[in-house]
């Protein structure tokens, strides 16, 4: 862990140039209840949204590290997002 202070407001700024800054906010965050192909196709506009955007990498590697556990960020739903900490626990958890 770096002793460097970071500027708080840095952590952030890639969060201007985000694509999803303009659009419906109800595209990237799911409905209570809503499930299947509602869902999926949502969800895959929000992530064809996403391969296009510019701070993709920066977005998914705060959504990773903060553990995001609503809605589609940097590409990836919230069931991605679990795989993906589930594998890193196991790892972690497990290192054979
Ligand atoms: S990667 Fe997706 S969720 Fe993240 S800022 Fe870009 S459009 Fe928004």
């Given at each position: 862990m770096s002793a460097e202070p970071v500027p708080v407001a840095s952590l952030w700024e890639w969060q201007h140039?985000?694509?999803?800054?303009e659009s419906n906010p109800e595209?990237?965050?799911?409905?209570?209840g809503e499930r299947g192909p509602s869902r999926r196709w949502r969800d895959?506009?929000?992530?064809?949204?996403?391969?296009?955007?510019?701070?993709?990498?920066?977005?998914?590697?705060?959504?990773?590290?903060?553990?995001e556990?609503?809605?589609?960020?940097?590409?990836l739903t919230e069931q991605m997002r679990?795989?993906?900490?589930a594998e890193q626990d196991n790892a972690l958890s497990d290192p054979a």
């Open positions: 140039e985000g694509l999803c800054r595209m990237f965050f799911h409905p209570e895959e506009r929000a992530i064809a949204m996403c391969e296009q955007c510019p701070v993709l990498v920066q977005c998914r590697e705060h959504a990773l590290t903060v553990r556990p609503y809605g589609v960020w940097g590409g679990e795989q993906i900490w």
